[in-house]
Nanobody, 115 residues
Framework: QVQLVESGGGLVQPGGSLRLSCAAS????????MGWYRQAPGKQRELVAA???????NYVDGVLGRFTISRDNAKNTVYLQMNSLKPEDTAVYYCQAIEGGRIYWGQGTLVTVSS
C-alpha cells in the first residue's frame, strides 16, 4: 500500500504560479510511474502529466510548456510546477502512483484560477 497526500493547491490569479506536492507514505523508487490528474466540475478526470521511474516526463498538449513534473525519490515526493495558469486549469488535482500493476490515488487538492 502507498498513501499519497497532495498539497499546494489554492486560489491564484490568471498568469500566476503554484507548485503542487504529492508526498508518498513510503519509498516511490519502485513505482513504474507517478502522475498528476485533474477533474474539473462536470468533467471527467484527465491526465495532466506523468513521470516514469527513470524520470522521463510526459504532458498533455494543453499544459506543455507551462507545467513541469518532477520527482524526488529521496523525499518520496512528486511535484507539479504550474506556471502561466489559466481559468481553464481550475480543477481538483490528484496524484497517482502505479506500482506492480496497482494504482493508488491521493485525495486531491483544489486549484482555482480566478481574478
Amino acid at each position: 500500500q502507498v498513501q499519497l497526500v497532495e498539497s499546494g493547491g489554492g486560489l491564484v490569479q490568471p498568469g500566476g504560479s503554484l507548485r503542487l506536492s504529492c508526498a508518498a507514505s513510503r519509498s516511490i523508487f519502485s513505482t513504474t510511474q507517478m502522475g498528476w490528474y485533474r477533474q474539473a466540475p462536470g468533467k471527467q478526470r484527465e491526465l495532466v502529466a506523468a513521470i516514469t521511474s527513470g524520470g522521463t516526463p510526459n504532458y498533455v498538449d494543453g499544459v506543455l510548456g507551462r507545467f513541469t513534473i518532477s520527482r524526488d525519490n529521496a523525499k518520496n515526493t512528486v511535484y507539479l510546477q504550474m506556471n502561466s495558469l489559466k481559468p481553464e486549469d481550475t480543477a481538483v488535482y490528484y496524484c497517482q502512483a502505479i506500482e506492480g500493476g496497482r494504482i493508488y490515488w491521493g485525495q486531491g487538492t483544489l486549484v482555482t484560477v480566478s481574478s
